[in-house]
C-alpha cells in the first residue's frame, strides 16, 4: 500500500506490523506522536498489545526490561533529555542481552533548553552497547523498524532506529506500507532462549563478581568482564547479522540495498561527504551543483552507525582525495564523533598504502540552527579547494 504519511506514523506502522506485544511510553516532543498513534491502534482493537503509560522515561524502559525478560516482543520511544533520563536502563537493557527496539526521534538536550532538532541525544549513546541505526527518509523508518527486531531478536542485543525531529518526524513524505503477510514471513513470533516464567522462579543479573565462579548449579560461570567481552564480539559480528536481514528483507519486499551505507554518485568521485540522517540528502542538492562545474564529488551516508562499519566505511573512502564530515553533534573536547570513528577506520584499514584521504570535519545544525543548502555548497568546495583544519569548523555560527 503507498501512503503519504508523517515520519512518526510511519514508525508506528512499523511497530504495528511486527506485531509488539507491550508499549511502554512517557511523551517528549516531537517523538510524543508516534507513541499516540500506537496507542490510537491499541484502544481501536487494532493492535492486540498492551499499552502502559508512565511516569518518566526511566519508567518506559524499565517496564520494556521487565516485559522483553518475561518473553514480550516490546517497544519505546523518546528523544532528548528522555533518552538522557533512561541512561541507566539504557545500559541495563543491553547488559542483559535484551531484544528491545526503541525509536530516537533526535532532538537536541539541555540545558538551556532547546526542542529542535540535532543528534546529540543518540550520539551521546552510543557506548552504551546498544545497536544505531539511521533513518534519511520515512521509507527507511518503516522497513527499518521491521528489520531491526529480525537483528535484535537474532543477535539479543537491543536498537535505537533514530531519525530526525520535525525534518522527519513531523514532514508527510510518500512510502510503501509493507504487507502484512510479508512482515510475518519475515519476522517469525519472538522465542527468546530464556523467559522468566512465574512456574520456575529465577533471579536475573545479580551482583556479578569480577572473577567467574561456580555457580548455584556447580557450573563455571562468566565474570563480569567476560560477559562484557561477550557483548563486544556479539556487537562487532551484528555487521554480518545486518547484511544477512538486508538479503532477507530484499528477497521478501523488493527492497534492499547497502545494509550499513547509503551511497550517491560515489562510483567516479574524487571528494566524498559523509553524515548521518536526513542531512546527507539535503546535501545532494550540493552535490549536484559542484557536478555541474565539473567538481567530481559524492555523498557517504552512514546508517549502521554502532557497530561502525569500518571495513565498508574504507573501501568506499579508499582512494579519495579529500572526505568532508558534516555533523549536527559534537563529542565535546575533541571533535565530531562520526569524524572521529571514520579517521580510526581509514587509519586501520588504509595507513601506509597510500589511499589515506584527508578529513575535514564540519559541525552545524546544533539546536536546530537553520542549514542553509549554499552554506555547504560553499563548505565542500572550501574543503575541495585544500582547506582542511585540523579542528572542526563550525557551519552557521554567529558570534
Not at 23 to 29: G, H, L, R, V
Not at 93 to 116: E, K, Q, Y
Amino acid at each position: 500500500m503507498h501512503m503519504i504519511e508523517n515520519g512518526n506514523v510511519a514508525a508506528a506502522l512499523g511497530v504495528r506490523r511486527c506485531r509488539v506485544n507491550v508499549i511502554a511510553a512517557y511523551p517528549i516532543t516531537p517523538q510524543t506522536p508516534l507513541t499516540e498513534r500506537l496507542s490510537e491502534y491499541v484502544e481501536a482493537g487494532e493492535m492486540k498489545a498492551e499499552y502502559i503509560p508512565v511516569e518518566s522515561e526511566h519508567s518506559a524502559l524499565a517496564v520494556c526490561i521487565a516485559a522483553s525478560s518475561a518473553g514480550s516482543r516490546v517497544f519505546t520511544a523518546t528523544s532528548a533529555n528522555g533518552l538522557l533520563y533512561m541512561h541507566e536502563q539504557v545500559q541495563w537493557a543491553s547488559g542483559a542481552r535484551l531484544p528491545i527496539v526503541m525509536c530516537v526521534v533526535n532532538r537536541a538536550v539541555g540545558a538551556p533548553w532547546n526542542v529542535w532538532n540535532d543528534q546529540q541525544d543518540s550520539i551521546s549513546q552510543r557506548d552504551t552497547g546498544w545497536i544505531q541505526i539511521y533513518c534519511s527518509d520515512h521509507q527507511q523508518i518503516i522497513d527499518t523498524v521491521i528489520k531491526a527486531y529480525w537483528i535484535a531478536e537474532k543477535v539479543s542485543i537491543p536498537i535505537m532506529v533514530c531519525y530526525d525531529g520535525y525534518i522527519l518526524s513531523h514532514t508527510y513524505m510518500p512510502f510503501d506500507l509493507p504487507d502484512q503477510d510479508k512482515v510475518d514471513a519475515f519476522l517469525p513470533p519472538f522465542k527468546p532462549d530464556y523467559a522468566l516464567n512465574p512456574d520456575e522462579p529465577a533471579s536475573l543479573n545479580t551482583v556479578t563478581l569480577p572473577d567467574v565462579r561456580v555457580d548455584v548449579r556447580g557450573e563455571l560461570a562468566h565474570g563480569y568482564m567476560e560477559i562484557r567481552y561477550l557483548l563486544q564480539e556479539e556487537l562487532r559480528k551484528t555487521l554480518a547479522v545486518a547484511a544477512e536481514a538486508e538479503k532477507r528483507f530484499g528477497d521478501i519486499f523488493g527492497r534492499e540495498g547497502d545494509p550499513y551505507l547509503e551511497s550517491y554518485r560515489t562510483s567516479d568521485a574524487d571528494y566524498i561527504a559523509v553524515g548521518l540522517g536526513s542531512l546527507t540528502y539535503q546535501l545532494r542538492v550540493s552535490v549536484d551543483a559542484l557536478r555541474k562545474e565539473g567538481i567530481k564529488v559524492g555523498i557517504l551516508g552512514v546508517r549502521f552507525y554502532r557497530p561502525f562499519p569500518d571495513e565498508a566505511v574504507a573501501s568506499a573512502l579508499k582512494g579519495k582525495k579529500a572526505v568532508i564530515v558534516f555533523e549536527k553533534a559534537l563529542s565535546y573536547g575533541y571533535e565530531g564523533a562520526l569524524a572521529s570513528d571514520l579517521k580510526s577506520a581509514l587509519y586501520e584499514h588504509l595507513a601506509g598504502t597510500g589511499a589515506l584521504p584527508a578529513v575535514q570535519n564540519y559541525i552545524l545544525g546544533i539546536g536546530g540552527r537553520e542549514i542553509h543548502t549554499d552554506h555547504l555548497t560553499q563548505a565542500l568546495r572550501a574543503a575541495i579547494q585544500g582547506s582542511i583544519s585540523k579542528e572542526p569548523v563550525w557551519i552557521g555560527l554567529k558570534l
